[in-house]
């Protein structure tokens, strides 16, 4: 049973940039959270999608929007990258109505910004 | 807001000792507390988690962790450590909000190192 992939592993922009990463959930799951996690630092929370809506949102600008597909993949997009945005993404999925409320995640997508 | 505090950045022990990782957190109600441990290049795996009941959870690994509302701690613990549970360690808490899922919100983090 695949857990949660994310894709591509490693990329590099340059400031200015747009960059789109994707994350397919565990088998199973339905809602799709993404996080950052800058070097040395806990994950942060950005956003959350079911039923392809966004549900929630962290303090994160406008410049960070996401999707979610009908299967249930998701897909992460920031505009006019700045050199902050250098992170690792974690996608993490679950389970609605699960009393667990356990999130799976992913590998990441290690972003550097040039 | 809720926060989660981790007060050490960096702990080493020998292999065999035991060990115990501090968290504190903040939260207006009762708290769904999470451990995850990440490995190098890796992404976070679950370790055990707290949502009511027994204060004392056993996680996978042979790590437990104690609820203490009265200190809003949740440390970690584990009585002897392998090499390969050197990782970095975080401590989240939870809250569902206007969401489907948990919004985690993590501590900075500890980085444990076990000496041979």
């Known amino acids: 049973d695949a857990g949660v992939t994310q894709s591509p592993t490693h990329l590099i922009k340059t400031r200015g940039q747009q960059v789109t990463l994707r994350c397919s959930p565990k088998?199973?799951?339905?809602?799709v959270s993404w996080y950052q996690q800058a070097l040395g630092q806990g994950p942060q929370f950005i956003f959350q999608?079911?039923?392809?809506?966004?549900?929630q949102r962290g303090n994160f600008p406008d410049r960070f929007s996401g999707h979610q597909f009908p299967n249930y993949s998701s897909e992460l997009n920031v505009n006019a990258l700045l050199l902050g945005d250098s992170a690792l993404y974690l996608c993490a999925s679950s389970l609605t109505g699960d009393g667990a409320n356990v999130l799976t995640f992913g590998a990441g997508s290690r972003l550097t910004v040039l | 807001a809720q926060s989660v505090t981790q007060p050490d950045i960096h702990i080493t022990v020998s292999e065999g000792a035991s060990l115990e990782l501090r968290c504190n957190y903040s939260y207006g109600a009762t708290p769904y507390l999470f451990w995850y441990v990440q490995s190098p290049g890796q992404g976070l795996q679950l370790l055990l988690k707290y949502f009511s009941g027994d204060t004392l959870v056993q996680g996978i690994k042979g790590f437990e962790a104690e609820f203490k509302r009265s200190q809003s701690s949740f440390n970690l613990r584990k009585p002897s450590v392998h090499w390969s549970d050197a990782a970095e360690y975080f401590c989240a808490v939870g809250d569902l909000g206007t969401g489907t899922a948990s919004k985690l919100t993590f501590g900075t983090g500890t980085r444990l190192q076990v000496t041979l």
């Open positions: 999608y079911y039923e392809e809506e966004e549900r």
């Open positions: 088998s199973g799951h339905d809602t």
